[in-house]
């Protein structure tokens, strides 16, 4: 049972290029949450979709920052004109249903430079 | 704000020794987590705590839950080096399927 698959791991993007984050969610789950982690601290929520919806956006920055859930597909956290601040590893986690334990993906480390 | 605190945030400890993180939590919830990370790597979850008075046991850490004082221990029992890590607690809000981490404690385990 393949756990929760993000790609790319490691992605280089210059000042203002896009960036695009993809996340496909463990077998059977349907609910994908999307966090950031900046070097040193602790992860931050930004995202929480089911399929077709966005459920919480809360931690979202209000700029530049978008995420979908396709009805087929994976997950996508796109980031545009990225600045330097976006440096930061960026995970995925699933669950089949609310309220259910969310597990990790492996991360995507996003260096701006 | 929703607020999670664990203390300490560095841990500098000889192995065979004993120690307690702590997880302070400023909102009211009853599902509690720990995960373990290491360094360039994802969360590797290590307990789930769905109850007040919950204790959960696994080799040499033990985690517990006081909802009311809304506060998560994880104790270190005889530390070995296999133990240094990041070590974050994460609660989930009443109402919300997000999680909330602490700050983090980074653990180093020396001879």
């Known amino acids: 049972n393949a756990g929760v698959m993000q790609n790319p791991r490691h992605l280089v993007r210059r000042r203002g290029q896009e960036a695009r984050l993809r996340c496909s969610p463990m077998?059977?789950?349907?609910?994908v949450y999307w966090y950031r982690q900046l070097p040193e601290e602790g992860l931050k929520f930004m995202v929480y979709l089911q399929k077709e919806n966005i459920i919480d956006e809360s931690g979202m920055p209000k700029e530049r920052f978008s995420a979908e859930f396709p009805k087929e597909g994976p997950s996508i956290l796109r980031i545009q004109q990225v600045v330097r601040g976006d440096s930061a590893a960026y995970f995925c986690?699933?669950?089949?249903?609310?309220?259910?334990?969310?597990?990790f993906g492996p991360g995507t480390r996003l260096t701006v430079t | 704000e929703l607020k999670v605190e664990q203390n300490p945030l560095f841990l500098s400890m000889q192995e065979g020794k004993n120690y307690t993180i702590y997880c302070n939590y400023s909102t009211t919830s009853d599902r509690l987590y720990w995960y373990r990370q290491d360094p360039g790597k994802s969360l590797e979850s290590l307990f789930v705590?769905?109850?007040?008075?919950a204790v959960k046991q696994e080799g040499r850490l033990m985690a517990s839950l006081d909802t009311k004082a809304r506060l998560s221990t994880l104790h270190i029992t005889a530390a070995v080096h296999d133990l240094s890590a990041t070590y974050f607690c994460a609660v989930e809000p009443y109402n919300t399927d997000k999680l909330i981490f602490g700050t983090g404690t980074r653990l180093q385990v020396f001879p």
């Open positions: 986690a699933s669950s089949p249903q609310e309220g259910y334990e969310q597990y």
């Open positions: 077998k059977g789950h349907s609910h």
């Open positions: 705590l769905l109850s007040n008075g």
